[in-house]
């Protein structure tokens, strides 16, 4: 399932076919050493002002850089005979240094944009598997806040950030087509909108959205939703799963929402109401009375002292009957986080906030460059946990790669080894230490540099020793 990002980028339109070469030339340079300044990246002198003009040039739009990407994730989601899942979530990207053109407003006086992705991906209880990128959009806020603006000129107006949402899930529905299994559409919190519910039970796409609100219902006027499926309530088919919950420490704003937290096995509880929820008095008669969807409860049972139990409420389309039902909804909501793996694949990985371009049109046309080549580093860290890495190495790599990765990693490399054991001796190249645990994609990608740099080495000298013979 592994792509070759920088062949797609050659199939991309722009006009003239040099700039497709370019375009193909730039992206394999970025993904040798993807987190160095644009100068060492490009190595030379003339690549380096290739690099410059490519980003200058109109016909190099971000939408015409990643047109093949998209294009790519939705045959592989048409094709993968699974449940898909489209993880659905913003970031913030934050420039320093003097201002710079048509950049936005973030917060505290910083300079920057928004970016709203769409991941497609293959859910999985144990580790789920990216597909690609199949939607994206960019939100800049004005230098000068609006000001306060009453509910109905939110909901009215075209370029709300709210409508983010139904608008990015609207282009990956559209990339997807008509003759396709359905993806579940997964979003977190900020996504809660009974508006955004509505439109998309409309059409009949299927979604998973953490709950914001505790919601008014149809089925009993004095209690609200989270009452019907109250937490701590026994229920029968309630399913019981033990997971690891991964340290996290609290930081800004977000330390209310995302409290801290220790690494620890916890016990969750899982069970599902359906629920009628009442549409909002603010909202207009255009909108359904009332919306019809199951409230799936995750909460964690004898949490530890001091520590703030886990509690999950998602509002879905799936069905929620059986056992089997319930950990499917938790599996696709829980392959959500693969989408903040992307952005560290960006922020960290690339190190895109720290490129020195002068404006807003550049920084997108090179984030155009870059989604490609985050995809790729996160999708090498998942396939070191996928299933796919008990195949053999030849299915992933060439006999002669495998012979040079053989000799950088000092004979450890097994004489018919898997993908897993490719992966692990990358890893070992990026000072990963056994004990640690599996690599992250961070390791994995470092060793992947220095693996490339010594494989071109490599054959180089046997190519010499045999045009010696």
């Known amino acids: 399932m592994q792509r070759d990002v920088a062949r797609e980028a050659l199939q991309g339109q722009f006009g003239d076919s040099r700039l497709s070469r370019r375009v193909g030339d730039v992206t394999s340079r970025l993904l040798a050493n993807p987190g160095a300044s644009l100068p060492k990246a490009m190595r030379t002198h003339d690549a380096l002002e290739a690099a410059y003009r490519l980003l200058r040039n109109p016909r190099v739009t971000q939408q015409a850089l990643l047109a093949p990407h998209v294009a790519h994730t939705a045959e592989l989601v048409r094709g993968s005979g699974s449940p898909v899942v489209i993880a659905h979530d913003t970031t913030e990207f934050c420039f320093s240094g003097g201002p710079r053109e048509g950049l936005g407003r973030l917060v505290n006086g910083r300079q920057g944009f928004f970016g709203h992705f769409g991941l497609a991906l293959i859910p999985a209880a144990s580790s789920p598997y990216p597909l690609g990128i199949l939607g994206y959009s960019s939100l800049f806020r004005p230098d000068k806040p609006r000001g306060k603006r009453s509910v109905a000129q939110s909901r009215n107006d075209p370029d709300s950030e709210a409508k983010r949402w139904w608008r990015l899930v609207q282009d990956c529905e559209d990339s997807l087509g008509e003759d396709c299994c359905r ?22 796409w299927r979604f998973i959205i953490r709950a914001c609100h505790n919601r008014p219902t149809t089925d ?5 939703a989270f009452d019907l499926n ?15 919950v991964t340290e996290r420490r609290a930081t800004g704003r977000g330390a ?43 909460e964690e049972v004898d949490c530890p002292e001091g520590e703030v139990p886990i509690c999950w409420r998602l509002w879905t389309t799936e069905p929620a009957s059986t056992p089997a039902q319930l950990e499917a909804i938790v599996d696709a909501y ?48 998942a396939l070191a946990r ?10 992933l790599m060439e006999e002669s790669s495998i012979d040079a990765l053989r000799a950088a990693d000092a004979g450890k490399l097994p004489q018919e080894p898997t993908i897993r054991d490719a992966l692990a001796a990358i890893a070992r190249l990026g000072g990963h230490i056994t004990n640690n645990g599996p690599p992250g994609w961070l390791v994995l990608w470092r060793g992947y540099q220095d693996f490339l740099i010594f494989e071109m080495g490599w054959k180089a000298a046997r190519a010499f020793r045999c045009d010696q013979s």
């Open 334 to 381: 829980k392959s959500r986080w693969l989408i903040e793996e992307f952005f560290k694949a960006l922020k960290t990985g690339c190190n895109y906030e720290s490129k020195q371009l002068e404006s807003a049109d550049t920084l997108l046309t090179m984030l155009g460059l870059f989604i490609p080549v985050a995809y790729q580093l996160l999708a090498l860290r």
């Open 386 to 395: 996928s299933d796919e890495a008990e195949l053999p190495a030849t299915t």
């Open 256 to 298: 209310k929402i995302h409290p801290s937290r220790s690494d620890r096995i916890a016990k969750l509880h899982i069970r599902a109401q359906p629920v009628e929820i009442a549409r909002s008095t603010h909202l207009n008669r255009s909108v359904p009375q009332a919306l019809r969807l199951n409230l799936v409860t995750v």
């Open 230 to 244: 109250e937490v701590g309530t026994p229920r029968d088919g309630e399913v019981t799963r033990s997971v690891r």
């Open 220 to 224: 009993d006027e004095d209690r609200r």
């Open 183 to 204: 993806p579940i559409h997964v979003m977190d919190r900020e996504a809660d909108s009974y508006e955004l519910m509505s439109q998309l039970l409309e059409r009949r």
